[in-house]
């Protein structure tokens, strides 16, 4: 089974900083990636799907990249609706997996 | 429009078994490319990815609890069913049904979720 590790597990912005999240596959998944964000008490919501095409409608703030086993997830303006935890997932092999989740606090 | 939304018992005992239903609405169950996922998450903690259903009815688990899960389709409700046997409290969870098109390869909708406590 792949292991996804993201990493930090959680960090604390201001309103209009950068952040990047990084997510590692134990194995080669090519881009085989998504990001969602989860708000609380609510089901999450693909932001980033092939590790760097923004789902529609997404504000063009997020950004993702990367291939292979190392990928990386952005945020260049933080808002305080970002407040939220992001989660990459890989399906590049069944069973599909999921980041430990990053906590991001503004 | 789209939804999914999950039903099922709030409170299991230890040894039982949990069955939880995912009602759709808004696609078929059986068109092409459609498939229906349970995903869970223990309070405060990250999602764990369980099963899938296709459209062609392939099925697929996640691996360590391969033995404990059954998910299937009723195709006159356009509904899927998870049956996970021999509950415990490492079970207790919100679990979600959610949509994958094989085409576009992620979870694009997601009904609101089932919370789930194991207690005696």
């Known amino acids: 089974d792949i292991q996804m590790t993201q990493s930090p597990a959680s960090l604390s912005a201001s309103v209009g900083d950068r952040v990047t999240i990084t997510c590692q596959a134990s194995q080669d998944i090519d881009k085989y990636l998504n990001w969602y964000q989860q708000k609380p008490g609510k089901a999450p919501n693909v932001l980033i799907y092939?590790?760097?095409n923004l789902e529609t409608g997404v504000p063009s703030r997020f950004s993702g990249g990367g291939d292979g086993t190392h990928f990386t997830f952005t945020i260049s303006s933080l808002r305080p609706e970002d407040s939220a935890t992001y989660y990459c997932?890989?399906?590049?092999?069944?069973?599909?997996?999921f980041g430990q989740g990053t906590r991001l606090e503004i | 429009q789209v939804t999914l939304r999950e039903s099922g018992p709030a409170l299991v005992k230890p040894t039982q078994t949990l069955t939880l239903t995912c009602d759709i609405s808004?696609?078929?169950?059986?068109?092409?490319?459609?498939?229906v996922n349970w995903i869970r998450q223990p309070p405060g903690k990250a999602l764990e990815w369980l099963a899938v259903i296709d459209w062609d009815n392939n099925i697929y688990y996640t691996t360590s609890l391969r033995t404990r899960l059954t998910i299937s389709k009723d195709t006159s409700k356009n509904r899927v069913v998870l049956v996970m046997t021999d509950m415990g409290p490492d079970d207790t969870a919100t679990y979600y049904c959610a949509r994958l098109v094989s085409s576009r390869n992620y979870f694009d909708y997601w009904g609101q979720g089932a919370p789930v406590t194991v207690s005696s």
């Open positions: 092939d590790a760097s």
């Open positions: 808004g696609f078929s169950i059986n068109s092409n490319a459609m498939c």
């Open positions: 997932q890989q399906y590049d092999k069944i069973p599909y997996s």
